[in-house]
């Protein structure tokens, strides 16, 4: 079954830096629409940034524009995104997803598969 599994998370200082990963078994990343999204204690799940299949044009939410950066590593079947200048407010659970359509990929019911999560906590 296919599988999606984050790290990197961690507790880090305002101003710091994470980059998480996340690996994916019995899907090929290449092949999918890749996204993060996240989401913090009472809050509903959002968009962070989506990296496309074909061509692998990038796709960021506006609170993590110019931060984050992500990125797809075909030979080692991952994504990853690379979060600099962090703020308390990026705390969150950071979730990996594949999406089989590039439509409405802000939106997490256009992603078939999710990984189960790596907690980023930003201290102040």
């Known amino acids: 079954q296919v599988q999606l599994v984050e790290s990197g998370g961690g507790l880090v200082q305002a101003g710091g830096s994470l980059r998480l990963s996340c690996a994916a078994s019995r899907l090929t990343v290449n092949n999918w629409h890749m996204g993060w999204f996240r989401q913090a204690p009472g809050k509903e799940r959002e968009f962070v940034a989506a990296?496309?299949?074909?061509?692998?044009?990038?796709y960021y939410a506006d609170s993590v524009k110019g931060r984050f950066t992500i990125s797809r590593d075909n030979a080692k079947n991952t994504v990853t995104v690379q979060m600099n200048s962090l703020k308390p407010e990026d705390t969150a659970i950071y979730y990996c997803a594949a999406s089989p359509s590039s439509r409405e990929l802000f939106q997490p019911p256009s992603y078939d598969y999710w990984g189960q999560g790596t907690q980023v906590t930003v201290s102040s």
């Open positions: 990296i496309l299949r074909s061509g692998g044009s990038t």
